[in-house]
T-cell receptor
Framework: KNEVEQSPQNLTAQEGEFITINCSYS?????LHWLQQHPGGGIVSLFM???GKKKHGRLIATINIQEKHSSLHITASHPRDSAVYIC???????????FGQGTRLTINP | SAVISQKPSRDICQRGTSLTIQCQVD?????MFWYRQQPGQSLTLIAT?????????ESGFVIDKFPISRPNLTFSTLTVSNMSPEDSSIYLC????????????FGPGTRLTVL
């Protein structure tokens, strides 16, 4: 069993839909990251959070430390949101990341 | 914030040869990470490169195959030695957040294809 699990693995939606990607982890963490990877391979860090909720534009990330669960939400989704979204946990006591397997999101116009 | 550049951005190499990937950061950082992403897979940590000491390798990765240099606080190289088609991957360098409110930073990646 992976230490960081994401669901779903693939998600296809229509433009404008509300998107939720889930992440569960079994390790002790100091922070939880949401990353975005476009087809070219480059990775952009969207959020790093250790508690509560963060919002940036149409993106919202939440974390529940007790339940070891985080969600990434996209409101009013757009085709340019199409990418692979990766959840990663910073190992408690270290600074290296443990990655989920990624969620491939496709938003159709 | 940190801006990371990598060279080359992509390469196609022959089996048995070696390729050195460069990673440059626009600020001084203590730790740099090298990751591999095999086709269709998520990222796997190869090693942690600290300036002034030998790199720390993760299980399944060895120095003879992936030698790393870290000559200063802004630069590192990863060499993929004696390549085989199984080494075809995206290789990324990364630096950790500078503060608790900061984020992880990634280079643009090097897409390697081994024939």
């Amino acid at each position: 069993k992976n230490e960081v699990e994401q669901s779903p693995q693939n998600l296809t939606a229509q433009e404008g839909e509300f998107i939720t990607i889930n992440c569960s982890y079994s390790v002790g963490i100091s922070a939880l990251h949401w990353l975005q990877q476009h087809p070219g391979g480059g990775i952009v860090s969207l959020f790093m959070l250790s508690s509560g909720k963060k919002k940036h534009g149409r993106l919202i990330a939440t974390i529940n430390i007790q339940e070891k669960h985080s969600s990434l939400h996209i409101t009013a989704s757009h085709p340019r949101d199409s990418a692979v979204y990766i959840c990663a946990a910073t190992d408690q006591g270290a600074q290296k990341l443990v990655f989920g397997q990624g969620t491939r999101l496709t938003i159709n116009p | 914030s940190a801006v990371i550049s990598q060279k080359p951005s992509r390469d196609i190499c022959q089996r048995g040869t070696s390729l050195t990937i460069q990673c440059q950061v626009d600020s001084q950082v203590t730790m740099m990470f090298w990751y591999r992403q095999q086709p269709g897979q998520s990222l796997t940590l190869i090693a942690t490169a600290n300036q002034g000491s030998e790199a720390t390798y993760e299980s399944g990765f060895v120095i003879d195959k992936f030698p790393i240099s870290r000559p200063n606080l802004t630069f590192s190289t990863l060499t993929v030695s004696n390549m085989s088609p199984e080494d075809s991957s995206i290789y990324l360098c990364s630096v950790p957040p500078a503060a608790s409110t900061d984020t992880q930073y990634f280079g643009p990646g090097t897409r390697l294809t081994v024939l």
